[in-house]
């Protein structure tokens, strides 16, 4: 369902801006000040032309083609922000991280800084641009309590565990429905080689229950609630909605950097009802 020629042209019609009128200097991070970003337009036209939906069939793409990108690098893997010649990083681990810390701070933030960015550097010679000025830009506009989750995105090797223990469903009459989620949450944070070390948890991470729809003889999900949790650990999350939810789960649209996603959602039995589909939200 991703229209990747779409995709690809908003992509290099966002170069003309991230290098080309920015031009970045050639040294650690080059890649994320070009590519990173050119991403981060792309999937906001894609966003808007096809709706949220698709962004989060594209994000679960992307944090697969950086799972395995890592796992067959012969090379010593590098924070986004200090990326070099790893194309897994800058392009699918970047798609991640600039649309998770976007989500995180809010559009109009991340989209000022960028602009900021762009002014001061439009058309600038020697020195040029380093990520470090892009990070002096971001740090300055983002709230201070956002700043712990972004050095984890562009400063470290973060990785979560998340996953849903245990979920049930009850019927509560007259078309109302509780959900429950039994919730698995942690943090840890990898050096070059693939060694973890753990991490305080103290994020904030989505929880959704949804149902699903037809349109144009496809499922499409529907979201039936969606919050922003802080989450410290395992914990326990319930749900009342006024339509049958057929799927539930934590980070359902793929924005934290996960490395077995796949337990992220799973079906629910509410006794009345079609069953559940299967594949994840988004």
Not at 18 to 28: D, I, L, T, V
Not at 144 to 164: N, R, S, Y
Request: net charge negative.
């Amino acid at each position: 369902d991703i229209d990747y020629p779409f995709y690809v042209t908003a992509h290099e019609v966002a170069h003309q801006w991230f290098p080309h009128r920015a031009s970045p200097a050639r040294a650690e991070g080059m890649a994320f000040l070009s590519e990173t970003f050119a991403q981060y337009v792309a999937m906001r036209v894609m966003e808007e032309q096809f709706g949220p939906n698709l962004i989060g069939k594209y994000l679960r793409y992307e944090l697969d083609r950086y799972l395995l990108g890592r796992g067959v690098s012969r090379f010593e893997e590098r924070p986004l922000g200090t990326v070099h010649q790893q194309q897994h990083i800058y392009y699918n681990k970047g798609s991640l991280a600039i649309y998770a810390a976007a989500d995180l701070i809010g559009r109009d933030v991340m989209d000022a800084t960028l602009a900021q960015y762009l002014e001061r550097f439009d058309g600038a010679g020697p020195p040029y641009p380093t990520s470090n000025d892009f990070f002096e830009i971001l740090y300055a506009n983002a709230a201070p309590e956002h700043h712990g989750a972004l050095e984890d995105l562009f400063e470290k090797i973060t990785f979560f565990d998340l996953a849903v223990e245990d979920a049930s469903c009850e019927a509560l009459g007259s078309n109302r429905y509780r959900v429950s989620l039994d919730l698995t949450a942690s943090k840890a944070y990898a050096d070059g080689v693939g060694e973890l070390t753990p991490a305080t948890l103290d994020d904030v991470i989505e929880v959704g229950v949804f149902a699903e729809r037809r349109v144009l003889r496809k499922t499409k999900p529907k979201t039936l609630e969606l919050e922003r949790r802080r989450l410290t650990g395992d914990t326990r999350v319930i749900f009342e909605v006024d339509q049958l939810p057929l799927r539930a789960g934590i980070d359902p649209f793929f924005k934290q950097i996960d490395r077995r996603p796949g337990d992220n959602v799973v079906d629910l039995d509410c006794g009345d009802g079609p069953p559940a589909a299967v594949g994840a939200p988004g």
